[in-house]
């Protein structure tokens, strides 16, 4: 069981992610700056990472790829699937900025390693495929017939892993991976195993884990066939013309609502989802 703490600024209860002990939504409470400049300041740079990272390509990309189809959210996976733009444009992205700068700075890393080990030119990095000809799948890195996917994590997160195992805390990211690796076995590569490298967002190499597990094409082609079985929910809903049934798709409503792009902070329970989000929970 993953321990709570409660929101410092709403009160609500709360399962820390990323470290944070505030919802993302939420107004972080007392951290005004020295001064009237200084606060200027903090505005002027937050708005600037704030755009910067909303015109990135992972945040312009429409298409479901393999970190959407592992959602335990019926609803978000639907909405990913129906290419409804993202709602929730207040939440903190400075963690995905940190993942994004250090993917980018793994995928250089390999590159420099084949060059100046011509004997050992293994790394095959940043892979573009195509999931089961549908869902385009962006792969960190290939090496010797395992598929490894980095993941960036706070401190908390990184604790959680080492005590309670990548199984337990991170489902999802093995689910991920498994997907990567069928998307790799369909492009004809051989594979045997998957593995995940998590990278502390603050500290050293030393805090480095790693999991590695053996590929299991049952795992993706199961995950890939409640996808499809979403999508032909939403068929039978006529969801676009009817954007009102999306109340009608299941949902998993929880602490990490927040981190959706599709959760509409402004909407109420009772009004229910719709093409313009979810209240979440």
Known sequence: MIPTVQCQACGEPLIQVDGCVVHPDCPLPGMSGFDQEADILKERVTNMVRYASSQQPRSLQTAAGPSDLVSECDRRVGYKLAGISPVNLTW???????????????????????????????????????????????SDLYLDGMVVDYKTKSAAQMALIKRLGATAVV???????????????????????????FLPRSGSLRSMMTWVGQYDKKVAQ?????????????NE?????????????????????????????DKVLESGADDAGCPGR
């Open 92 to 138: 903190d992205p400075w963690p995905a900025v940190v993942g994004t700068a250090a993917h980018s700075w793994l995928e250089n890393a390999a590159k420099i390693w084949n060059r100046d080990h011509p004997e050992d030119n293994t790394w095959h990095t940043e892979v573009e495929l195509v999931l089961d000809g549908s869902f385009p799948a962006h």
């Open 237 to 265: 809903l006529d969801i676009i013309s009817n954007p009102h049934r999306w109340e009608q798709v299941d949902a998993t409503p929880g602490n990490a609502c927040g981190l959706c792009s599709l959760y509409s902070p």
């Open 222 to 234: 199961e995950t890939l066939s409640r996808v499809y079985s979403i999508a032909i929910r939403l």
């Open 171 to 197: 489902p999802g990211a093995i689910k991920q991976v498994q997907l990567y690796g069928y998307a790799f076995q369909q492009a004809g590569y051989p594979v045997q195993r998957v593995g995940l490298v």
